[in-house]
């Protein structure tokens, strides 16, 4: 299976900056796109970022022209610059990732996997 493992969040005040990555390891053949995720306190998971392996971008709209996500194929990592943050930010944030991997058998199948998530806190 694949595995994914997030690192990067914490307290910052509004209007600060925060990076988190998302490092993917396992069996893995390709991976197709990666996303962002964030869930509040009773709210539901929301989509905050995406991209494809090509790097093509999708951003939510309350984070467009705050956040930027990246990644590095070579080492099957995600990132998600957080600057100008606000409260409203605050929330548990999650990474997702869809592709294919060698699975025990050898034989190739898609995969969807989470990250643990990491919290982050903005506030004075």
């Known amino acids: 299976q694949v595995q994914l493992v997030e690192s990067g969040g914490g307290l910052v005040q509004p209007g600060g900056s925060l990076r988190l990555s998302c490092a993917a390891s396992g069996s893995i053949f390709s991976i197709y796109a990666m996303f962002w995720y964030r869930q509040a306190p009773g709210k539901q998971r929301e989509l905050v970022a995406a991209?494809?392996?090509?790097?093509?971008?999708k951003y939510a709209d309350p984070v467009k022209g705050r956040f930027t996500i990246s990644r590095d194929n070579a080492k099957d990592t995600v990132y998600l610059q957080m600057n100008s943050l606000k409260p409203e930010d605050t929330a548990f944030y999650y990474c997702n990732a869809k592709g294919r991997y060698y699975s025990d058998y050898g034989a190739l199948e898609d995969f969807t996997s989470w990250g643990q998530g990491t919290q982050v806190t903005v506030s004075s």
């Open positions: 991209i494809t392996s090509g790097g093509s971008t």
